[in-house]
């Protein structure tokens, strides 16, 4: 799924400072399984900027309305009748979710309340991981079913390099060496051969440097 | 044994303390609570095993809240004691009465006085 | 000469059986080329070839293939560093093509330090190609006269090819295989990350006589002298992949004031004499950091001077 984090109270405050009516719109897709902008963190970012407001001697009225998704425009359209009523509206869905909105209601003013930082997945409550950096050309297979594109900082793909020290990355001993990781599943398998031959350069033309990438299923499309 | 604890202090009964979410707590504060604590059960002794470890992480993450906010962390509270503790009940109001009286009304309602 | 690779005077030391020894000089921060020519004064015919650090540690300095240029003028062969943090697969082509151009005749590939250590560490990091693939990438360029996609290049560089190895880093047991494996990619010669542990190296250095590597390429193992107990226990705590092990702090501690620099030296010393008749050992890379006006004192000690004149 998507990961996020949600954004500090005070840039979101500064973003709506001109505001006295919004609407903060959440997601019930990846937001909502990694607790960020689900419809419980929209009632309590709410009543955070409600109270943040009463400090200031102003009010905010705040309603708050959750979506099944915020990347489908047929849910996007379930606030047509609405969207315009607020000063503004601040989504907690991924990066996705405002821009479909903006897009669907161009008049409208939508900020983002959350910073999505990548694709997880949960490795204990309330932990979440990046595995996959989207490079549009998968090759965790070669790797004992990790991805060091993702989860080595350096990408190395005949890693590892020389900073790997007690399994731990050199940029943090909160930071996994995946090479570490590689390698000790390779050994314990006896397929450590599978690491012998050079990888060669990976061709980055389907990972975002080849630009905006697209999608389409042609049996779908009406 | 009938124990009188400060009279400003609202009891709101809950099964358990893991009943209490970040939303209640404050939502508290929105509507004009100066302080707001929860009396949990001693940690290690929950009914339901881990309600009152829960309660004390929300209590943790609305202090983070408030001070992001600019609001004293101290207005909200987590205590740990036995259902047989009247005392300790009393002795916990108390502290947390007085720890309020010193920090004053909450800015939420200082700013809705002024205005 | 046309058995050499690229003709410079490291390859023709190594080739004649001569026991190699480089040195290390960092760019300045600056656009000061007195203070450089000042640093390769002191190296001068102390030493093969002297490498020249690309942004070390992640911090900007002077380009490494400016300085070496500037190093080459002076009369000092350079090793031009070049690591991956920095450049896509276009730079480095055009890079390689422009140092040997300038003369330039040894290049040591490196994957680079994050730039998390560094004084940008705000900065995208590129990372398009790794170290090994730079290796293949630099051979196939002088070797086939081919850029990676294949187009011929009409004068291919002419470039002795070297990479590091740090046998202290983890996992150990594959060190010697990621040695291995850089060999195949291509490198000519290997210089090592600085050692301390020798009880480590020694049998990072039998396996890897086992496997035959040393055969194939030629190993320069890594001398730091250490400056003072401060430095040695900032390298070993801090510094990732780096082993400084107690009884050298210890030993160092015991020197007692104002003479932990010459016992620093002293322990380098003895690890050069060790190095000259451990077998797979083709020489010694010198990396007195921001100490080269020492070297000539170390070299001399060292049993390392005249330099072979090849």
Same mark, same amino acid.
């Given at each position: ?21 919004? /609407? ?15 419809? =419980? ?7 955070? /900027?409600?109270?943040?407001?009463? =400090? ?34 601040? %989504? ?25 930082? %990548? ?37 190395? /793909? ?27 599943? =390779? ?8 690491? /012998? ?17 697209? %999608? ?7 | ?74 207005? +909200? ?30 800015? +939420? ?7 | ?59 900007? &300095? #002077? ?78 360029? &002088? ?64 396996? @890897? ?25 900032? #390298? ?5 992949? #780096?082993? @400084? ?14 003479? @932990? ?50």
């Amino acid at each position: 799924m998507i990961i996020a984090d949600r954004k500090p109270l005070a840039e979101l405050l500064e973003m709506i400072q001109d505001c006295d009516r919004i /609407l903060i719109l959440g997601c019930k897709g990846c937001v909502t399984v990694c607790n960020v902008g689900g419809a =419980k963190e929209v009632g309590i970012l709410a009543s955070a /900027l409600k109270i943040a407001r009463k =400090k200031e001697g102003r009010t905010l009225e705040v309603d708050e309305r959750t979506l099944e998704r915020q990347c489908d425009p047929e849910y996007i359209e379930q606030v047509k009748n609405e969207v315009g009523d607020y000063d503004a509206v601040i %989504s907690m869905a991924c990066g996705v979710g405002p821009q479909f909105l903006s897009t669907a209601y161009p008049e409208q003013r939508f900020y983002p309340a959350v910073n999505t930082t %990548s694709f997880g997945g949960a490795v204990q409550h309330g932990v979440w991981e990046e595995r996959c950096a989207g490079c549009g050309q998968c090759v965790i297979h070669y790797f004992g079913g990790m991805c060091p594109i993702a989860r080595c900082s350096k990408s190395l /793909l005949n890693g590892p390099c020389g900073g790997s020290a007690g399994g731990k990355c050199e940029i943090s001993k909160d930071v996994d060496c995946i090479w570490d990781m590689i390698v000790r599943k =390779k050994t314990e398998q006896g397929r450590l051969e599978d690491l /012998l031959d050079v990888k060669p350069p990976k061709s980055w033309d389907t990972a975002r440097d080849g630009g905006p990438r697209r %999608s389409v299923r042609e049996e779908l499309v009406q | 044994m009938r124990l009188s604890y400060p009279s400003n202090i609202k009891v709101i009964q809950v099964p358990c303390s893991g009943r209490v979410d970040i939303i209640h707590l404050l939502k508290a504060i929105e509507d004009g609570a100066d302080g707001v604590y929860i009396a949990g059960c001693l940690e290690g002794e929950c009914h339901f095993l881990t309600g009152n470890l829960k309660a004390r992480k929300r209590v943790n993450y609305v202090k983070k809240v408030l001070e992001e906010l600019g609001i004293e962390p101290e207005r +909200v509270e987590m205590f740990n004691l036995s259902a047989g503790e009247g005392p300790r009940f009393v002795e916990i109001a108390k502290e947390m009465a007085e720890r309020i009286q010193e920090l004053g009304p909450s800015p +939420v309602n200082v700013q809705k006085k002024a205005a | 000469m046309s058995d050499l690779k690229s003709g410079s005077n490291l390859e023709k030391v190594l080739k004649a059986g001569h026991f190699a020894f480089t040195g290390e000089c960092g760019p300045p921060k600056g656009a000061n080329v007195e203070h450089l020519k000042e640093k390769v004064a002191h190296l001068k015919g102390m030493v093969d070839a002297v490498n020249v650090t690309d942004n070390q540690t992640a911090v900007v &300095r #002077m380009s490494s293939w400016a300085a070496s240029t500037i190093m080459l003028q002076e009369g000092v062969e350079p090793n031009f560093q070049m690591v991956c943090r920095d450049r896509n697969r276009l730079a480095m082509m055009s890079d390689i093509l422009g140092v040997s151009a300038m003369g330039i005749r040894n290049m040591l590939c490196l994957s680079g330090d994050h730039q998390r250590f560094g004084n940008h560490p705000q900065s995208k990091n590129v990372y398009d190609i790794d170290s090994m693939q730079l290796i293949a990438l630099a051979k196939k360029m &002088r070797d086939e006269g081919r850029f990676l996609n294949d187009e011929e290049i009409d004068v291919p560089p002419r470039l002795f090819i070297g990479a590091a190895a740090n046998p202290f880093a983890e996992p150990h047991e594959f060190r010697p295989y990621r040695l291995a494996k850089k060999v195949e990619a291509g490198a000519d010669f290997i210089q090592t990350q600085c050692i301390y542990n020798m009880d480590r190296f020694r049998a990072f250095m039998k396996r @890897v006589v086992d496997m035959g590597i040393h055969e194939k390429c030629s190993i320069l193992a890594g001398v730091t002298p250490m400056k003072s107990v401060g430095m040695a226990k900032y #390298m070993g705590k801090m510094v990732p992949g #780096m082993d @400084v092990p107690d009884e050298l702090i210890q030993r160092l501690q015991g020197a007692g004031k104002g003479k @932990v620099a010459e016992e620093g030296i002293r322990f380098a010393l003895e690890q050069i004499e060790e190095f000259r008749e451990m077998e797979g050992v083709a020489g010694v890379h010198l990396m007195a950091i921001e100490w080269e006006h020492r070297v000539p004192e170390i070299a001399e000690r060292a049993g390392m001077l005249p330099r072979p004149r090849v």
